[in-house]
């Protein structure tokens, strides 16, 4: 499971005061612009998700549309009954995996 914003920049701000002998005051300064940082990046990477599932999402619909355009009318509609039944085989996957987001994950140490 991915740390917070608040453990992530409170792990990086333990390593720069073990390194670099932090006194009570500059790791207080320094956790504050980690996690400042931390949230940045956090929302600078959801909006480059949005983007790109946009982008995905429009590409396959005009591949879905290149693709109808060959077809006759019965395979249309089997087109798209293909398309329903690969929805309807990821939709319990989903259900039952609610945090599954596509990828394998870091294990977190």
Do not use: H
């Amino acid at each position: 499971m991915r740390k917070s914003p608040e453990q992530r920049a409170e792990k990086m701000t333990a390593v720069l005061e073990e390194k670099l002998q932090l006194s009570e005051e500059q790791k207080a300064k320094i956790y504050a612009i980690n996690l400042e940082n931390v949230k940045k990046r956090d929302a600078e990477r959801r909006e480059r998700m949005k983007t790109e599932r946009a982008a995905m999402k429009e590409s396959l619909q005009k591949q879905d549309e290149q693709i109808t355009g060959i077809l006759n009318d019965d395979q249309k509609s089997a087109f798209e009954n293909l398309k329903k039944e690969r929805n309807t085989e990821r939709k319990p996957f989903r259900k039952a995996n609610p945090d599954w987001k596509g990828k394998k994950s870091k294990q977190n140490s």
